[in-house]
């Protein structure tokens, strides 16, 4: 069974940094896209960036020249470097795998609070 194990959330003072990781175990192959999401306290969840196998990363426009997506397809684990957080970025951030036969897997979130 695929499990998506997130770490790297916490509490930052805007216009701080975080770095947010996602580990996949229970696979023994690559997936063909790994991402992230958010949701914000009354709000539907939203994509925040993916990176699809042979393809360039995609953001969010909210994010843009601020987050940066990488994966490490050997380890089956992607990252979310987080810069110049802004307190709109505080969310519940969800790890997102696709297979190459189109299943997705969920993360159960780790939460990012920006706040002074």
């Known amino acids: 069974q695929v499990q998506l194990v997130e770490s790297g959330g916490g509490l930052v003072q805007p216009g701080g940094s975080l770095r947010l990781s996602c580990a996949a175990s229970g696979i023994f192959e690559s997936f063909y896209a790994m991402g992230w999401y958010r949701q914000a306290p009354g709000k539907e969840r939203e994509l925040v960036a993916t990176?699809?196998?042979?393809?360039?990363?995609n953001y969010a426009d909210s994010v843009k020249g601020r987050f940066t997506i990488s994966r490490d397809n050997v380890e089956n684990t992607v990252y979310l470097q987080m810069n110049s957080l802004k307190p709109e970025d505080t969310a519940v951030y969800y790890c997102?795998?696709?297979?190459?036969?189109?299943?997705?897997?969920w993360g159960k979130g780790t939460l990012v609070t920006v706040s002074s």
């Open positions: 997102n795998a696709v297979t190459w036969s189109a299943m997705a897997h």
């Open positions: 990176f699809a196998s042979g393809g360039r990363p």
